[in-house]
């Protein structure tokens, strides 16, 4: 039988992110990672819940007096190694059929993205992929995807639709995920994201797709309860911002918080809108306006920031420094998707966030745990090592926070506990399944 209580002892440092955590953090704040690193500290976990951080007599004392008895308890050995939070990704849209990886050929060649949707490609070659896809073989390509995710130290993802644009394949994409999220370590969290693209049915007829989105699928997906949230991808010769107000403004009236793709590709107005709406998260952000992150910082909106994005279709990244500055609290994410960033490296996305946007070593943790929890609602649960918090947690082979960041590109994940069980070890999949 599983031991149901564990004790990590002799971590070099472990980074709690413990504070007033009910807001996401910001300015200052951002640095703050609540750092332990006197020699006896220890983290407890019982029934996959963080007991108590703190001094190993005091902590031991309290586990005593839960009754637990000393043979039950599984003990870890972090020495020389860094203990931390599991990173939350909250902006992927890893639930898709097929990969796209000739688009990288005629880019290079200089088509862009958005001519590549225009032609039919992009977002529109893997929704033909997805819909002629099984929810069984969503599920198993998905699943991989997952699998790689945890290696990377990610124990919990935000997942998007948008790769269906019919109401059953849209409820398709979301099912799979709801069926993932049960059956694979990684917490799934769902975003409805009809808004993704105008699927070749309704070409030259934008208003009518809108009409499907807000008459047909938002009414499904609500009363089915599959989504958190309602996305739009508002962009040049996508969405306009009209058109995406209406989409978030139904989803609201439906119970769905809204989440949104802005000023990624050209200056449209999104952060702007972001905060009009009162939402959770505005993502991309490359081309936000002053007055647009001005608007994100006094409505609390959480700028989800994708450098790795930026870097995959070679562009300037979103300017972070600025927008942490006027106050506005930063999170990352890979944005796993087929076209424009195929990749699970969170870590990885950390490097870029830290070398391309000058967010410092420390910001991009806060960014990758807490900040990325409040970008998706789930800061209640998630994204520090505090008592009572789902035991998520990451041993990694270094001494110290800062050796992430100097190290780069390299997977510094030993091990992952996810809900206090290892699931990674030694860099391995553990689990069963
Ligand atoms: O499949 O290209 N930006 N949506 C908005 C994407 C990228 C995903 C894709
Ligand atoms: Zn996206």
Redesign the pocket.
Known sequence: MKKKTTIIRNASQILTLAGDNRKPRTREGMRDLGIREEKDTVIAIHQGKIVQVGKEAQVLQAVKEMGIADESIQEIDASGKLVMPGLIDPHT?VVFGGSREYELELRMNGAT?LEILQQGG??LA?TRMTRAASEEELFAQTWKRLDSFLQHGVTTVEAKSGYGLTVDDELKQLRVAKKLTQAHPIDLISTFMGA?AIPAEYKGQPDQYVELIINDMLPRIAAEELAVFCDV?CEHGVFSIEQSERILTAGKQAGLRPKI?AD?IEPMGGAELAARIGAISADHLLKASDAGIEAMAKAGVVATLLPG?AFFLMTAPARARRMIEAGVPVALST?R????SPTENLQLIMNLACLNMKMTPAEVIVAATINAAHAIGEAERVGSLEAGKQADILIMNVPTYQHLQYHYGVNHTDTVLKNGEVVVEGGKLVYES
């Open positions: 849209h993205y992009g977002i893997t993704h991808f793709h990624e994005t944005d998707n087929p076209g424009s």
